[in-house]
């Protein structure tokens, strides 16, 4: 009973994995690849906890092969050559299968190492990932491999290895072990973020630290809530998950979906990632309101500047209020469109001299054909106005800014046609 309880009680068969019903399903892709006899390499890419690990075991115990583990996080590119010259020495007829979790960690010129062996057959490769492989796995092994994505799973789906580990470890206690109440369950499973790993390490500490009393354990909902993770979800700063919620929290404002917006700003301040909650709401502001509402940027950054300022927990009511208002805030993108559309110009290299009668100049050259800027002043005009060229000659007629079809931009428009038509 050294090992994890999540290791004691790992599945045997496919059918004992709980959820990706997507790909170990009947009739669906890696059940029926897997069925077939025949094992390709392999890239398992999804968060962990999912049953990644879990299902290469089961590949390699079904395959015959012989089976060898390398975890990126602490191999060495000598590891892996000792690895390759022992599977040259002890291969069976079925051939090796290396499952090297974590190959994210490997740098190029180690997963380069494993190219000839297994381009040659000697060795069949099953790789996992938490991060997209497509950014982290070379090249040439992703083109060697195929790739399956394990989703997060269900808080639902885990129930069954919930109930599956008490009853394994009643066995191994010698005590029958039950719940409060089904809630205890529905404490562990929800708060274990859809990783499995996650949920059974905390039925192994409910069991542990419950009475027992006259051969039984009840596991209380109180004992369920102290122990179980604090957070139900997964999070990384640095990996995808982190970009997936603040894609998710800035789309939902953009999307008008207050609800959704303030989900994914607690997801990004129960990690207490208190920078990318203020930094995208800024962002969004400025991109996805703008002009329809020109008032919410100051707003916008004043909220941002008392969360700030105050920090967590408190932080939390200022960038409510901000978010759920740009939520709500009628939507523009009238100056994205038209700053993007400038720069772009800039880039291409459209641009040409600044008209003569708006530089910083006062005095003329005896070289100058024309004497004098001829500035037109616009104050000195009624209404504040008058017409003369801004833009270079070559970009003259060049438009960046069309008016937005909210109300705001609206009556600006409404405002300047009857002031031009003047």
């Not at 690849?33 to 094992?39: D, Q």
């Not at 960690?105 to 497509?134: H, M, R, V």
């Not at 092994?141 to 008490?166: G, N, Y």
């Amino acid at each position: 009973m050294s090992s994890p309880l999540a290791d004691r009680i790992r599945p045997d068969t496919l059918d004992d994995v709980v959820g990706q019903k997507h790909l170990l399903g009947e009739g669906k892709p890696l059940r029926r690849i897997l069925e077939s006899g025949t094992i390709p390499n392999l890239i398992f890419y999804g968060p962990s906890g999912v049953g990644k690990t879990t299902v290469a075991s089961i590949i390699a115990k079904q395959s015959n092969k012989r089976l060898y583990k390398l975890n990126a996080t602490t191999a060495s590119t000598a590891d892996i050559r000792e690895m390759l010259s022992s599977a040259e020495m002890l291969g069976g007829e079925n051939g090796i299968l290396l499952y090297l979790d974590e190959i994210q960690y490997f740098n190029k010129k180690q997963q380069q190492t494993l190219l000839e062996s297994i381009e040659n057959g000697n060795i069949t490769l099953i790789a996992s990932t938490t991060e997209n492989p497509y950014f982290y796995v070379y090249n040439a092994i992703l083109s060697r491999s195929t790739v399956f994505e394990f989703k997060q799973l269900d808080w639902s789906d885990v129930k069954p290895a919930v109930l599956r580990a008490a009853k394994i470890m009643a066995e191994e206690q010698g005590v029958e072990i039950g719940f409060e109440s089904d809630e205890v369950v529905d404490i562990i499973c929800k708060g274990c973020g859809g990783d499995v790993r996650k949920a059974l390490n905390s039925v192994e500490l409910c069991v542990l630290s419950s009475e027992r009393k006259d051969g039984k354990m009840t596991v209380l909902a109180e004992t369920a809530r102290e122990l179980t993770q604090k957070s139900a979800m997964r999070y990384d700063r640095e990996g995808d998950d982190h970009y997936d919620i603040v894609s998710a929290y800035q789309k939902s404002m953009r999307g008008s979906d207050p609800n959704a917006a303030i989900h994914y700003l607690a997801r990004l301040l129960e990690s207490g990632d208190l920078p990318s909650a203020c930094r995208r709401l800024l962002v969004c502001a400025n991109e996805d309101v703008g002009l329809a509402n020109p008032q919410i940027i100051p707003i916008v950054k004043a909220a941002v500047d008392t969360a700030l300022a105050v920090g967590l927990p408190e932080a939390r009511l200022p960038l409510a209020n901000a978010v759920i208002l740009v939520a709500i805030s009628p939507k523009s993108v009238s100056a994205h469109d038209a700053i993007n559309a400038a720069m772009a110009d800039v880039q291409k290299g459209n641009t040409g001299p600044v008209p003569r009668h708006l530089q910083n100049k006062h005095f003329d050259g005896e070289d100058a054909e024309v004497k004098g800027q001829h500035y037109l002043y616009p104050h000195s005009f009624p209404n504040h106005y008058v017409e003369q060229q801004y833009l270079p000659d070559a970009i003259k007629t060049h438009i960046y800014y069309e008016f937005g079809d909210n109300k705001t931009e609206l009556a600006y428009k409404e405002y300047w046609k009857k002031i031009k038509e003047k």
